[in-house]
């Protein structure tokens, strides 16, 4: 007797900016999809559906994630923010003020991504993580100093193929001197 064929979908539930989606997927879906396709947060980008260019990037319990290549299954019971996420009320996130502030961008297509990926360098820097171009890695160092080279690095994932890159950096920059003040108050 042959075994009986096993599912190809469940029913999940997704946590997203701090709402609960319940969802059937195939178990092939990627978290991407799930959130354009069937939840209509198109905020997220497909770029190249393959992990290179960060256009889908999105903050998975705090850290970042290409979207593409995270299975929608797998983020189940995770918390997930998109960009659509990030602002409170008509309040910007800092990080997306700054975006804009600084002409952070220009067709506007990687953005989100890119917002979504600075918000995590400057938590990975202020947590003491080095990048490969820390020169001092040594724990008791602490931190380095959040210059343009450590941003261009730490930002290499996301890709923008308008060149805004000049304005991203001055963007995050002065996102983490913002954060940086308030947590030195």
Same mark, same amino acid.
């Given at each position: 007797?042959?075994?009986?064929?096993?599912? =190809?979908?469940?029913?999940?539930? !997704? #946590? %997203? #900016?701090?709402?609960? &989606?319940? *969802?059937?997927?195939?178990?092939? =879906? /990627?978290? *991407?999809?799930?959130?354009?396709?069937? !939840?209509?947060? /198109?905020?997220?980008?497909?770029?190249?559906?393959?992990?290179?260019?960060?256009?889908? /990037?999105?903050?998975?319990?705090?850290?970042? /994630?290409? $979207?593409? *290549?995270?299975?929608?299954?797998?983020?189940?019971?995770? +918390?997930?923010?998109?960009?659509?996420?990030?602002?409170?009320?008509?309040? !910007? &996130?800092?990080?997306?003020?700054?975006?804009?502030?600084?002409?952070?961008?220009?067709?506007?297509?990687?953005?989100?991504?890119?917002?979504?990926?600075?918000?995590?360098? %400057?938590?990975? &820097?202020?947590?003491?993580?080095? $990048?490969?171009?820390?020169?001092?890695?040594?724990?008791?160092?602490?931190?380095?100093? *959040? $210059?343009? +080279?450590? %941003?261009? +690095?730490?930002? $290499?994932?996301?890709?923008?193929?308008?060149?805004?890159?000049?304005?991203?950096?001055?963007?995050?920059?002065?996102?983490?001197?913002?954060?940086?003040?308030?947590?030195?108050?």
């Amino acid at each position: 007797m042959a075994p009986a064929p096993s599912s =190809t979908s469940s029913d999940i539930t !997704l #946590n %997203i #900016n701090g709402e609960k &989606h319940a *969802l059937p997927v195939d178990h092939r =879906t /990627t978290l *991407l999809d799930a959130l354009r396709e069937r !939840l209509d947060l /198109t905020g997220t980008k497909k770029g190249c559906d393959q992990g290179q260019c960060g256009a889908c /990037t999105v903050l998975l319990d705090g850290r970042r /994630t290409v $979207s593409c *290549l995270q299975l929608a299954v797998a983020a189940e019971g995770r +918390e997930i923010t998109t960009v659509e996420g990030l602002a409170e009320g008509e309040r !910007l &996130h800092p990080v997306q003020q700054a975006f804009l502030d600084l002409d952070g961008f220009q067709c506007g297509y990687c953005t989100p991504g890119q917002i979504c990926s600075a918000i995590a360098v %400057i938590e990975e &820097h202020a947590a003491g993580w080095p $990048s490969a171009v820390t020169e001092d890695v040594r724990p008791e160092a602490g931190p380095p100093p *959040l $210059s343009a +080279e450590e %941003i261009r +690095e730490r930002m $290499s994932g996301n890709l923008c193929r308008c060149g805004a890159y000049v304005s991203i950096v001055q963007a995050v920059a002065r996102a983490a001197k913002a954060k940086a003040g308030e947590a030195a108050a």
